[in-house]
């Protein structure tokens, strides 16, 4: 926690707005101040579910529903448990479009990845990092897909490649929020398509998913089963928050 902490320091001085994101205090240089850095709700160092990213009392990496219901991705990167005050960052970024905190949650999401990468002697970065899609409608109604903007982000600070059409989502469903969950895995079947001309792009490469909020695992689970039967080698899924209640 520690090492993470004095990491995220060092890009955090190193240049923006003058005031705390969080509470508004003055600042030299930087997005988020120490003391509300430190309050986020991260996960590191808990027991969490290599898989879906729940706290777990599993002594295994994976719980147990992960492991008698795995899903087609292989695990989660998932820095943040979605609690305040991190939840009020994403739904400013999200519905009110506010691009710095987007810019913020999206370098916070980049060192987590950047220092498990560094103390993992296994870590293989991904071929192509692939942001969950919106349907056009919805697209065009919030007037950016926050999956992709927190995707190039991703891209452009880990030197993978970003890929925003081989995915499609073809049905516009309603809010999955509004649902319960065995209704979200019902409303998904068959939301995405893989476009035939890109099927090439998918086969034998190591792909992470990007998404906002990971709520259920629906999203992710469809998306990834979608991939790795079209051949993808592995999926993973990045995203900056997971809603913790079961
Ligand atoms: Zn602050
Ligand atoms: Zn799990």
Known sequence: MQAIMRKLGLWISSGFPSQCLLCS??????????????DLPHVYGQNICQQCGLRSDSLSSFCGHCLSHPPAFSR????????????????????????????????????????????????????VIIPAPMHWLRRWQRGFNQAEVVGQHIARELAV????????????????????????????????????????????????????????????RELSKLLMTAGAADVQVWALARTMEK
């Not at 939840?87 to 999401?109: M, P």
């Open 25 to 38: 205090c003055t600042l030299q240089s930087s997005m988020l101040c120490n003391s509300c850095q430190y």
């Open 76 to 127: 989660s990167f998932i820095p943040f448990a979605y609690a305040y005050p991190l939840d009020n960052l994403i739904h400013k970024f999200k519905y009110r479009r506010h691009l710095t905190s987007g810019k913020l949650l999206s370098q916070l999401l980049a060192d987590y990845l950047k220092h498990y990468a560094q103390e993992h002697d296994d870590w293989i970065a991904p071929d």
């Open 161 to 220: 490649p970003l890929e925003t059409n081989i995915v499609e989502r073809i049905h516009k469903t309603p809010a999955q929020k509004e649902l319960t969950r065995s209704e979200r895995q019902r409303n998904l079947r068959r939301a995405f398509k893989i476009a035939d001309k890109y099927r090439e792009k998918i086969v034998g490469k190591r792909i992470a998913i990007i998404d906002d909020v990971v709520t259920t695992t629906a999203t992710v």
